[in-house]
Every structure is written in C-alpha cells, then in structure tokens.
C-alpha cells in the first residue's frame, strides 16, 4: 500500500521531498534491487534538505546485513566526503558506518576499530566535517574516542586538546577520560 501511495505521490506531484526518501524506505524493506534503489536515491538527492537521510539509507541498504557488503557501503559512505555536494552531518555517515559494521561484525573482528582503513576513513570524514562546518565540540568528542578505539594516541592527544569543554559522561566520567589521555601520554612517549 505504502508503494502504490508514494508512486502515485510522485506521479502526480514529483516536487514533495518526502516521496523519494519514503520510497527508499520502502525498498529496504522490499529489497526488489538496487538499481531501484538508486533511483529514489537519486531523486531524493534533488532536494539538498534531505540528503541526511536519503545518504542514511542508501548506506544501510548497502551494509551486508541487508543487500550489499561491507565494500559497498565504505566505497559509497567514502564518495560521499570526497563529494563537494554533501554539507552539514552528512559526511558523518562514513563514520556511522563504521559504527554500525563495528556492531554487526562484533565478536568475528573484535579488532575491527584497529584495521588500518578504519582510522584512514575515520580521519577523512571528520576532518572534513570540521573542514565544512567548523569547530563543533559535540562531534570532537566522538572523533576523541574514535581515536581511543583506534589506539591513535597521537591523533586522541591532539584532538582532546581542542575541545572547548569536555562531556565527561560521554567518555566514562572524568577520571575515566583522563585516563585515556594519561594513556595515550604513554604510548605516545613510548613510541607506539
């Protein structure tokens, strides 16, 4: 019902932003491929305020635990930083992923936050969110403890650094979060 709705939506009113990103929902729960997907994808991408969350789920769909693979949906979540047509959160998704694969994956790849090119995309689409939209404390302190589960103590030493003030309960509590950085002081000085 919710297909025929939309569709007739579009038809008679292909200017509603909403039309496109429901179909794509709707597509995940169908899964009829991807090359329809791709179709709302890109219509709903015709509408700059809904590029959050047509991007949201075109990567979810691409994620192995609905119809794509983990390369998939990395390959798309990078062209999206690399894409000078995303602003605001949307190349957060990149991150997200990683976060959302970290879950799926959980105890077959308990390592999964240490392989390389998760830092390499982790570095890329927060420092292009920073680049778009400035120093936003909030974010930092998920890019801090990116850097944590990355064991980039470096980067979690520069970036701590930069934070206007800290959300203390987000890393554990104070003693919590300046044990992270005590640590990383550490393995930094040690040369790991």
Not at 125 to 139: H, I, K, M, P, V
């Amino acid at each position: 019902m919710a297909e025929k709705a939309l569709e007739k939506a579009w038809q008679l009113n292909p200017s509603v932003p909403e039309t496109p990103v429901g179909m794509m929902q709707v597509e995940l729960g169908q899964g009829r491929g991807r090359s329809r997907m791709e179709t709302w994808y890109d219509r709903a991408l015709a509408f700059p305020q809904d590029h959050y969350e047509a991007v949201q789920l075109k990567l979810w769909y691409l994620q192995p635990r609905w119809y794509g693979s983990e390369s998939e949906c990395l390959e798309a979540a990078r062209a999206v930083v690399r894409s000078d047509r995303f602003r605001g959160q949307v190349p957060l998704h990149l991150y997200h992923t990683h976060e959302s694969l970290a879950q799926y994956f959980g105890d077959g790849r308990p390592g999964y936050w240490t392989e390389p090119h998760v830092w390499r995309d982790i570095q890329a689409c927060f420092e292009r969110y920073f680049a778009l939209n400035g120093d936003d404390t909030s974010w930092r302190h998920d890019y801090v403890m990116c850097a944590w589960r990355c064991r980039q103590w470096k980067a979690l030493l520069e970036e701590a650094a930069k934070l206007k003030w800290v959300n203390y309960p987000y890393f554990g509590g104070e003693e919590a979060f300046e044990k992270m950085k005590q640590e990383a002081r550490a393995k930094t000085e040690a040369g790991n």
